[in-house]
């Protein structure tokens, strides 16, 4: 009986070594890096999957060395290796990527991918495998396409928690060597990569409703509302975006490395079927509730495309973007309360939220510096760009206040439509004590998270918005 502890352990990438897909990922770096070719590429399937593969590795260069890769699996073939035995690497991955990763670990004997138009997946892996090792081998994946492959070995490495394929790979008369599960607890990670918690941003959308109660139907409120609930929807679709957009980067940050596609944990694949499958249904659905405020929507997924697909890295412009995308928020409530828009109202949204967005990238430039990096990862600024973020975020700040004080003159006393409007002196004075704290905060480098969402949890923040909504209620 032949002991398949001596045997060569051949080891397959995807999914296996690897936490993550290298072609869907190799296809969302050229996605966002050079669109239009990634995009014609796609045309090579007509020739196969292996022509289609080739043609991304041209494409887009593969990040291999950010690949998460799965560490016990790793330590093991590791230890398998310094007691004498090879280990060989076979993927369905291009021939090109297979490379990289054996560069990156030197410890693979022989390294097998696709080349060509033949794709090294299933009985054609386990076809060249057999001709390769004729006295036996043992072979590590993680999906049912390895079947073919685990009837044609002496034992097997079952990288996966699914019973199902355990069976099965035992009812092809394959014992199994050793399994590693890879349960990473999906819903949890799928629900934080959402982002829900940031929904609360999206009230602002009830804030044209508030201050012109007065001219809102309850037609005009209910549209509002559902308007509010699509926004979250789109919102939480743009994030998965703008984090497979930022995988490189993300994986390179202290914090950030843990996110859901980061990690390995959402397959990139299932993030770009989710938006590609859901986003489209959601702008429409708007578009029917209303016309005015589904264009609204669509320009604000067009700017928050713009915005993963390149505009996050100019300086300054990125965080202009950031606050035209909550001043889209004011006009989507706007328009679904079919309201008359305030100048003033939107301009002051711009200051405001620049001067927030300058905040947060105050604080992620100190954070850098101390963690001893010259530059922000997937962004334009360097580490000695704090004093530009300070001056241009709180001269934002100030403005701001400024434009409410106008706010108030000009067309909310005019309008006379509050019976104390005296109360509402509370809102300028609330909101330059709340900017002050958010940037004494910031320059500490203790704003750790968005300040909007900061604001939130903030029992000072918190304290100056219930004052601000009692003004409100005492003017009217």
Not at 29 to 43: I, Q
Not at 210 to 226: Q, S
Not at 301 to 311: H, Q
Not at 333 to 345: E, F, K
């Amino acid at each position: 009986m032949i002991d398949a502890r001596r045997l060569p352990l051949v080891v397959d990438l995807d999914g296996t070594f690897l936490k993550v897909d290298s072609l869907f990922e190799i296809f969302a770096t050229g996605l966002f890096a050079r669109p239009g070719k990634t995009l014609l590429a796609l045309l090579e399937l007509r020739n196969g999957i292996a022509a289609l593969k080739q043609r991304l590795t041209r494409v887009a260069e593969p990040v291999v060395d950010s690949f998460p890769v799965r560490e016990e699996l790793l330590a093991y073939l590791e230890q398998e290796s310094k007691a004498g035995r090879e280990v060989h690497l076979a993927t369905a991955a291009d021939q090109v990527v297979a490379l990289l990763v054996a560069e990156r670990f030197p410890l693979f004997k022989t390294v097998n991918g696709t080349s060509g138009d033949f794709n090294l997946k299933g009985q054609n892996k386990a076809d060249r495998l057999l001709r390769q090792f004729p006295d036996g081998f043992v072979y590590a994946g993680d999906s049912k396409a390895d079947l073919p492959v685990w009837r044609a070995a002496q034992a097997a490495v079952v990288v996966s928690s699914s019973r199902s394929l355990t069976d099965a790979v035992l009812a092809g008369g394959t014992p199994i060597e050793r399994t590693f599960d890879d349960k990473s607890h999906h819903r949890a990670v799928w629900l934080k990569s959402l982002r829900p918690h940031q929904w609360a941003k999206n009230l602002i959308v009830l804030v044209p409703v508030a201050l012109g109660w007065r001219d809102v139907t309850l037609e005009g409120l209910l549209r509002t509302i559902v308007m509010m609930g699509l926004l979250c929807l789109v919102a939480s679709l743009t994030y998965l975006v703008n984090d497979i957009a930022d995988l490189s980067s993300d994986r390179k940050h202290w914090s950030k490395r843990r996110r859901g596609f980061a990690s390995g944990a959402i397959p990139v694949r299932d993030g770009l079927l989710a938006v590609g499958a859901i986003l489209p249904v959601a702008c429409i659905a708007a578009l029917l509730v209303s016309p005015p405020a589904g264009l609204c929507l669509l320009l604000y997924v067009a700017t928050t495309l713009g915005y993963s697909f390149g505009w996050k890295r100019i300086p300054l412009f990125d965080t202009f973007v950031i606050g035209l995308l909550f001043t889209i928020r004011i006009l989507i409530g706007i328009a679904a309360a079919d309201l008359v828009p305030s100048a003033w109202l939107l301009t002051f949204s711009m200051f405001f939220f620049f001067s927030l967005a300058l905040a947060k990238r105050h604080t992620e430039i100190l954070r850098a510096a101390e963690h001893g990096l010259q530059k922000l990862e997937g962004r334009g600024y360097q580490a000695g760009d704090e004093s530009l973020t300070l001056a241009f975020g709180s001269a934002a700040s100030m403005a701001s206040i400024i434009i409410v004080v106008l706010y108030l003159v000009e067309e909310i006393f005019a309008r006379q439509i509050y019976h104390t409007p005296a109360w509402l002196w509370v809102a300028p004075i609330a909101i330059f004590l709340f900017s002050c704290r958010i940037w004494v905060l910031s320059h500490r480098g203790r704003m750790t998270d968005d300040p909007v969402a900061f604001a939130l949890r903030d029992n000072v923040s918190l304290g100056l918005g219930v004052l601000v909504a009692a003004a409100i209620l005492l003017a009217l």
